[in-house]
T-cell receptor, first 115, second 110 residues
Framework: NAGVMQNPRHLVRRRGQEARLRCSPMKGHSHVYWYRQLPEEGLKFMVY????????ESGMPKERFSAEFPKEGPSILRIQQVVRGDSAAYFC?????????????FGSGTQLSVL | ELKVEQNPLFLSMQEGKNYTIYCNYS?????LYWYRQDPGKSLESLFV?????AVKQEGRLMASLDTKARLSTLHITAAVHDLSATYFC??????????FGTGTSLTVIP
């Protein structure tokens, strides 16, 4: 049973370009979460999605950032017009169900570098 | 906003020694998680603590939760080099998102 798969592993973009980060949850998991980690900091919640629905996007910047989890295919975190401050590691996690006490399974992350 | 604080932030310890990492959080919750992260890698789940007084042990690591004090501890017994990593605690209050501490970077010296 493959774990949470994220790609690409590393992504380099110039300021103003778009970044697309992909996440395939573990088999049987329909809940996906995106977190951002800045150097030497903990992870910060961005968004929580179920298939075709955004459940909680309270941690996501209002502009330039969007996320989706379509019926078919991976979850996508999209960052438009990237700026240097977007450079970070972006982690995706999944769980089989929502709720209290459900641990999250994390992917290996995408390291985004903005030049 | 919920705050989760860990201390120490950096810990250098000799092999064979014992030490405790502390995780304090600012609001009521009885769901606390510990994760380990190796450099450049993902987070690996260590413990899930779901009630006041919960204690879990795996090898040289033992985690406990005191919900009244809003405190969790991760105790390391007789440290070995393989335990060198960054350890994060995380609190869940809504089932939607985890609030992570800033992490404790542990280095075990031979």
């Amino acid at each position: 049973n493959a774990g949470v798969m994220q790609n690409p592993r590393h992504l380099v973009r110039r300021r103003g370009q778009e970044a697309r980060l992909r996440c395939s949850p573990m088999k049987g998991h329909s809940h996906v979460y995106w977190y951002r980690q800045l150097p030497e900091e903990g992870l910060k919640f961005m968004v929580y999605l179920q298939k075709e629905n955004i459940i909680d996007e309270s941690g996501m910047p209002k502009e330039r950032f969007s996320a989706e989890f379509p019926k078919e295919g991976p979850s996508i975190l999209r960052i438009q017009q990237v700026v240097r401050g977007d450079s970070a590691a972006y982690f995706c996690a999944s769980s089989p169900r929502r709720g209290m006490g459900e641990k999250l399974f994390f992917g290996s992350g995408t390291q985004l570098s903005v030049l | 906003e919920l705050k989760v604080e860990q201390n120490p932030l950096f810990l250098s310890m000799q092999e064979g020694k014992n030490y405790t990492i502390y995780c304090n959080y600012s609001t009521t919750s009885d769901r606390l998680y510990w994760y380990r992260q190796d450099p450049g890698k993902s987070l690996e789940s260590l413990f899930v603590l779901l009630s006041n007084g919960a204690v879990k042990q795996e090898g040289r690591l033992m985690a406990s939760l005191d919900t009244k004090a809003r405190l969790s501890t991760l105790h390391i017994t007789a440290a070995v080099h393989d335990l060198s990593a960054t350890y994060f605690c995380a609190v869940d209050i809504s089932g939607n998102q985890f609030y992570f501490g800033t992490g404790t970077s542990l280095t075990v010296i031979p």
